[in-house]
């Protein structure tokens, strides 16, 4: 069974660009959620999507965006990129909607704002 | 408000040492679940257990075991026998009120295992 898969691995973009990273769940999976990890913020939420539909959000401002299609697929969106926004975010798939559903995680895409 | 706390930030330990590593977690709910995680270097978090507020029973899994205590909100992490592919960053994390509360993680433990 396929895990988590999450394109790019790696991107090096410039302040004031925006980008789009992309994740595949596990097949059957239908949440998707986003998490940013940097050493000095370590692990946040930014967003949860169940059946397109965003379920949570975190405490990002509105810059971060994203949307889930109906093949469960997920996008996120960065718009006027930071440098703070340098993170490794990544992807997790669960089969139901909630923080208290075990996640599988992709291997992330590293971002560097240069 | 949520909040988990893993104070050790770092550990070292030599090959076949047993490990204990620390969770201490916050929450107003009665309901919640706790999770730990494993992110070896390649980056991916890797799920190793799932616990509900009401199971307090501690688990075995292999070399790996849990220790949940609701007196002192703990829920603590034990390798026994650790193996140099143990070393990673190891996450706690809480969920709070009916599971649809998103993922609070603590800031990790790197463990290092030295052969």
């Known amino acids: 069974k396929a895990g988590v898969t999450q394109t790019p691995r790696y991107l090096i973009k410039t302040r004031g660009q925006q980008v789009t990273l992309s994740c595949s769940p596990i097949s059957g999976h239908r949440s998707v959620s986003w998490y940013q990890q940097t050493p000095g913020q370590g692990l946040q939420f930014l967003f949860e999507y169940f059946s397109e539909t965003q379920r949570n959000k975190g405490n990002f401002p509105g810059r971060f965006s994203g949307r889930q299609f109906s093949n469960s697929r997920s996008e996120m969106n960065v718009s006027t990129l930071e440098l703070g926004d340098s993170a490794l975010y990544l992807c997790?798939?669960?089969f139901g909607t909630g923080g208290n559903q075990p996640q599988h995680f992709g291997d992330g895409t590293r971002l560097s704002i240069l | 408000a949520q909040k988990v706390t893993q104070a050790q930030t770092e550990i070292s330990v030599v090959e076949k040492e047993d490990v204990t590593l620390d969770c201490v977690y916050e929450t107003r709910d009665t309901t919640y679940y706790l999770f730990w995680y494993k992110q070896p270097p390649s980056g991916e978090l890797v799920f190793l257990i799932r616990?509900?507020?009401?199971?307090?029973q501690n688990e075995i899994s292999g070399r790996y075991s849990w220790n949940f205590q609701k007196s002192t909100s703990s829920f603590n992490f034990t390798i026994t026998a650790s193996q140099v592919v143990d070393s990673a960053v190891y996450f706690c994390?809480?969920?709070?009120?009916?599971?649809?509360?998103?993922?609070?993680f603590g800031k990790g433990t790197r463990l290092s295992v030295i052969a």
């Open positions: 616990r509900n507020s009401f199971d307090e």
């Open positions: 997790a798939s669960s």
């Open positions: 994390a809480l969920s709070g009120g009916s599971g649809n509360t998103p993922l609070v």
